[in-house]
């Protein structure tokens, strides 16, 4: 399957610190990201959808100003948490779309384990 | 409302059969997606199915029932490593994966 990677792995930082989150699609150009946060068993919460040259699609109650979302290449969308709480420690996980003409699915990165303190 | 009802958590022997099920309610179908997540990774693609039917992949198979809005994940020989939540999405006609909350497996010697 496609490839996607998420880095870093984990974060440890400070309350009122920003922490940008990279999701890169290795072998194939995804024009759709998406990025998710779980909490401790619970089940994925999809935060926004992310599309490449365009404004990302937040879901309601998440907040645009505290999660930026840039989309600025067919390979790479980030996520920036500013001003993180401890409330923001989670897991964080991004999706590619693959390409149309393959079989419709979202593949996963590796996640991203935030931790603010 | 869309909703994706799946057990929220099941025990099963190693070396026995296991079926999770799962049911959903969407708005619009456009394919059902089994992931596996084991604790602390992010999910991990397993099948799908957009016809009915049943799909079969080594030790596991997904079968679907459009009609009757259900599909359930075999896992046949299970092994200690197969214990991880099971989670079951559907991609509704906007092409989005609605994700049921999943199912935790456990797996005992």
């Known amino acids: 399957g496609a490839v996607v990677s998420q880095h870093p792995s984990w974060v440890i930082c400070k309350s009122g610190t920003s922490v940008k989150i990279e999701c890169r699609s290795l072998?194939?150009?995804?024009?759709?990201m998406f990025w998710y946060r779980q909490f401790p068993k619970q089940s994925l919460m999809l935060m926004a959808t992310?599309?490449?040259?365009?404004?990302?699609?937040?879901e309601q109650g998440v907040e645009k100003d505290k999660f930026l979302i840039n989309h600025a290449s067919l390979t790479l969308s980030t996520l920036t948490v500013t001003s993180a709480h401890p409330e923001d420690s989670s897991f964080y996980i991004c999706?590619?779309?693959?390409?149309?003409?393959?079989?419709?699915?979202?593949?996963f990165g590796p996640g991203t384990r935030l931790l603010v303190l | 409302g869309q909703n994706i009802d799946q057990p929220t958590e099941m025990t099963a022997t190693e070396g026995a059969i296991v079926q999770i099920n799962c049911t959903y309610q969407?708005?619009?179908?456009?394919?059902l997606f089994w992931y596996q997540q084991h604790a602390g990774e992010a999910p991990t693609f397993l099948s799908y199915?957009?016809l009915d039917g049943l799909e079969e992949k080594g030790r596991f198979s997904s079968f679907l029932s459009r009609s009757k809005g259900y599909s359930y994940l075999l896992l046949k020989e299970l092994q200690m490593k197969d214990s991880a939540s099971y989670l079951c999405?559907?991609?509704?006609?906007?092409?989005?994966?609605?994700w049921g909350a999943g199912t935790k497996l456990i797996i005992k010697p």
């Open positions: 999706s590619a779309r693959v390409p149309p003409g393959e079989m419709e699915t979202q593949y």
């Open positions: 999405a559907v991609m509704d006609s906007n092409y989005q994966l609605i």
């Open positions: 992310s599309n490449e040259g365009s404004k990302a699609t937040y």
């Open positions: 969407t708005s619009g179908f456009n394919g």
């Open positions: 072998d194939f150009q995804a024009t759709t």
């Open positions: 199915n957009v």
